[in-house]
T-cell receptor
Framework: GNSVTQMEGPVTLSEEAFLTINCTYT??????LFWYVQYPGEGLQLLLK?????DKGSNKGFEATYRKETTSFHLEKGSVQVSDSAVYFC?????????????????FGQGTILTVHP | DTAVSQTPKYLVTQMGNDKSIKCEQN?????MYWYKQDSKKFLKIMFS???????INETVPNRFSPKSPDKAHLNLHINSLELGDSAVYFC???????????FGPGTRLTVT
């Protein structure tokens, strides 16, 4: 079956530090890949996505590149801010299970808690 | 305007009780979902409805029963609550199956 593995947290950084959160996946097909963010006390928000190999998703200074050869989708940001403190989830969706579209049943990683200090 | 709303935000109840969580979306979406997030933040889909029809039913105890009176609402009823049901429950919706999902703020259920 499909699965997503994220790096263990929590991650604690100082403001303006470089961020990497590792994500690897297992899927039998060609999934779409996502990063979701959950701010304290809120629901999940889609941060960025990539639907095919070598695609780069980007939003709010965050980036992730779909690497089929290493089955990875690592999240990066060059300079984090205190406001980036949140839980980050890597997820995949198998388009074979959703009529060929990019989204569908989401399989999530375990989440990584990020805390950024001033 | 809130796109996906859930009530209540917090729910504290005793073992053995029956409770419901309500979800409403005003996005005109056809598909709605329920997810469970455990104490370690792990998220897992429970159910998915498309135009009031059940399309995903993961291995969830039959004490959990979703009900969709119309495509804007998907409620979750839980019978005979157990300690292990304590979690945050998220509702989500998408334009239709296979499209981007929008999440509600969550309902924190605590069973004592």
């Amino acid at each position: 079956g499909n699965s997503v593995t994220q790096m263990e947290g929590p991650v604690t950084l100082s403001e303006e530090a470089f961020l990497t959160i590792n994500c690897t996946y297992t899927a039998t097909g060609y999934p779409s890949l996502f990063w979701y963010v959950q701010y304290p006390g809120e629901g999940l928000q889609l941060l960025l996505k990539a639907t095919k190999a070598d695609d780069k998703g980007s939003n709010k200074g965050f980036e992730a590149t779909y690497r089929k050869e290493t089955t990875s989708f690592h999240l990066e940001k060059g300079s984090v801010q205190v406001s980036d403190s949140a839980v980050y989830f890597c997820a995949l969706s198998d388009p074979r299970l959703s009529g060929g579209t990019s989204y569908g049943k989401l399989t999530f990683g375990q989440g990584t808690i990020l805390t950024v200090h001033p | 305007d809130t796109a996906v709303s859930q009530t209540p935000k917090y729910l504290v109840t005793q073992m053995g009780n029956d409770k419901s969580i309500k979800c409403e979306q005003n996005l005109g979406h056809d598909t709605m979902y329920w997810y469970k997030q455990d104490s370690k933040k792990f998220l897992k889909i429970m159910f998915s409805y498309n135009n009031k029809e059940l399309i995903i039913n993961e291995t969830v105890p039959n004490r959990f029963s979703p009900k969709s009176p119309d495509k804007a609402h998907l409620n979750l009823h839980i019978n005979s609550l157990e300690l292990g049901d304590s979690a945050v429950y998220f509702c989500a919706s998408s334009q239709r199956e296979g499209y981007e999902q929008y999440f509600g703020p969550g309902t924190r259920l605590t069973v004592t």
